[in-house]
């Protein structure tokens, strides 16, 4: 549907990651990554 719409979006896997896993290292980090990342290309 984002993509029809033309709204940007990324996807970002996490393999062998538990379900609430960016709570957790290691995936805690590179979650806050991925999310800053995005915000900044979001509204620069």
Same mark, same amino acid.
Do not use: C, G
């Given at each position: 549907?984002?993509?029809? #719409?033309?709204? #940007?979006? %990324?996807?970002?896997?996490?393999?062998?990651? !538990?379900? !609430?896993?960016?709570?957790?290292? !290691?995936?805690?980090? %590179?979650?806050?990554? #991925?999310?800053?990342?995005?915000?900044?290309?979001t509204?620069?």
């Amino acid at each position: 549907m984002l993509r029809k #719409y033309n709204i #940007y979006y %990324e996807v970002h896997t996490f393999e062998k990651s !538990p379900h !609430p896993f960016w709570l957790f290292q !290691p995936w805690f980090d %590179e979650t806050i990554k #991925y999310t800053a990342d995005f915000l900044n290309q979001t509204f620069k």
